[in-house]
């Protein structure tokens, strides 16, 4: 499985729904991820599905910039990184805490 290049950013690959290329965890794993998404995906009450298996990592200290056009799910996906919106599908991991079964250490 192809590795996404660092400083690789999710694309819209069509517009609504943000995606990105499948994990491989024996290939993409570095240890001092403070952020790890891993498989998630986001679809709305009325059934719109807004994130589509995201999968990525943000280092301790680095600057990340996650672009897309309008509507693509930014905002969603930066929703459920916080906590602010549940993921259908997947988990987010903060400092090595899930953000959902760990919710008060990850918001430490
Ligand atoms: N609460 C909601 N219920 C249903 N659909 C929603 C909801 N919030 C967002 N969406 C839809 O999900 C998709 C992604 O929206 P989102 O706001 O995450 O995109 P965005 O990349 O932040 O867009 P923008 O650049 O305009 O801020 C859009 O099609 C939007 O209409
Ligand atoms: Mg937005």
Same mark, same amino acid.
């Given at each position: 499985?192809?590795?996404?290049?660092? $400083?690789?950013?999710?694309?819209?690959?069509?517009? $609504?729904?943000?995606?990105?290329? !499948?994990?491989?965890?024996?290939?993409?794993?570095?240890? @001092?991820?403070?952020?790890?998404?891993?498989?998630?995906?986001?679809?709305?009450? $009325? /059934?719109?599905? !807004?994130?589509?298996?995201? &999968?990525? @990592?943000?280092?301790?200290?680095?600057?990340?910039?996650?672009?897309?056009? &309008?509507?693509? /799910?930014?905002?969603?996906?930066?929703?459920?990184?916080? $906590?602010? *919106? &549940?993921?259908?599908?997947? *988990?987010?991991? !903060?400092?090595?805490?899930?953000?959902?079964?760990?919710?008060?250490?990850?918001?430490?």
């Amino acid at each position: 499985m192809a590795v996404p290049p660092r $400083g690789w950013a999710p694309q819209a690959d069509n517009v $609504g729904v943000l995606s990105s290329p !499948a994990f491989s965890p024996a290939e993409d794993n570095p240890p @001092d991820a403070i952020v790890r998404v891993r498989g998630v995906s986001k679809t709305y009450a $009325g /059934g719109f599905q !807004a994130l589509k298996n995201v &999968n990525l @990592d943000i280092r301790r200290g680095e600057i990340f910039a996650l672009l897309g056009p &309008n509507g693509a /799910g930014k905002t969603t996906l930066i929703s459920v990184i916080c $906590g602010m *919106t &549940n993921a259908t599908q997947g *988990t987010v991991i !903060a400092d090595g805490f899930d953000t959902v079964r760990d919710y008060l250490l990850a918001a430490v």
